[in-house]
């Protein structure tokens, strides 16, 4: 530490880049940004800096280490931020950048080792999620536009969020291609919407119904519990038998089952929605109740196997 003219403990340049190790030039750049504040200059016409110059320049020497951008370093030394904050900020930042390589990662390894016919499909597919966030909120669109108009805000909310599942954390290429054909399915010609009114009647009652079966059916799964599951069933039949007017007979049993079998017969756009959901979200465990992004899939799986006597999933 050196004693300039004005009478004040400054250190010089120099000083500075012998104590850290930085270059001269580095250290001129962060002053000439804004990072290390000069106190002054000697009668020489050089920099000096004040006593805490050494503490600001080895924190920020440190954060660098660490890939921390300029700006973010910043933000710490003007103290519009606090470390904590940049901390936290940067992590996230990391996670995010993490999610979009293992998802990278995964379309790469589900375009790998295949014929090149089948490699030219799957690379169409895979091209309309390479951007995660653009792709789910594609999804959420197509939901907002298949579901009744009259259906209260808050059954369409809960309806999207357990319809539309999250892309798998750890994705395998076979989950990464159930997503992209979720995504191409729901964005092509043949795209349905979700029952009508025209179609149930009261539309709150019909999906509030569907909903509270596919809550008791997450149960089961849970638990495990043979009665939960039969109890769940009976009130997806119930839902289904009040669009007509019927009762749950064997009857209606039987032609509802014969309605599913149908459906799967034709391919119908349902039954390939949520066999891919099932897909995608196969690495879920069931929760105790019906939550989370795309939880509909396993507990519809399990309903519809339980009224056609074929599974949903492939």
Known sequence: MTHDTQGENTVG????????????????????????PESGRSRGGHRRYAADALSRLRLIQRLR?????????????????????????????????????????????????????????????????????????????????????GLPHRLTRA?????????????????????????????????????????VGDVASFYSGIMDACTLAAESLASGCPARRAEALDHFVRTYARIGGHDDT??????????????????????????HAVAVTCETRPQSTATGQGHLAASLATLHQQVAGLPLAA
């Open 13 to 36: 340049i120099g000083e500075l880049a012998a104590r850290t190790g930085l270059p001269v030039k580095t250290i001129r750049y962060y002053s000439d940004i804004g990072l290390l």
């Open 65 to 149: 280490a660490l890939d921390t951008p300029i700006a973010a370093i910043a933000a710490v030394m003007t103290g519009e931020h606090s470390l904590a904050d940049l901390v936290t900020r940067e992590l996230d930042t990391a996670q995010a950048h993490l999610r979009e390589l293992t998802w990278r990662q995964g379309i790469l390894q589900a375009l790998d080792n295949c014929p090149e016919p089948e490699r030219l499909r799957r690379l169409a597919l895979l091209a309309e999620v390479g951007r995660l966030d653009e792709a789910h909120d594609r999804l959420v669109r197509y939901w907002h536009w298949a579901l009744p108009a």
């Open 159 to 199: 309806v999207i969020e357990g319809a539309v599942p999250l892309p798998p954390a750890t994705p395998t290429s076979s989950t990464v291609l159930a997503y992209a054909e979720l995504h191409a399915l729901t964005s092509g010609d043949n795209r349905r919407r979700q029952p009508q009114s025209h179609q």
């Open 250 to 275: 064997p009857a209606f049993r039987a032609h509802l089952r014969t309605r599913f079998r149908q459906a799967a017969q034709r391919g119908s756009f349902p039954l390939h929605y949520w066999r």
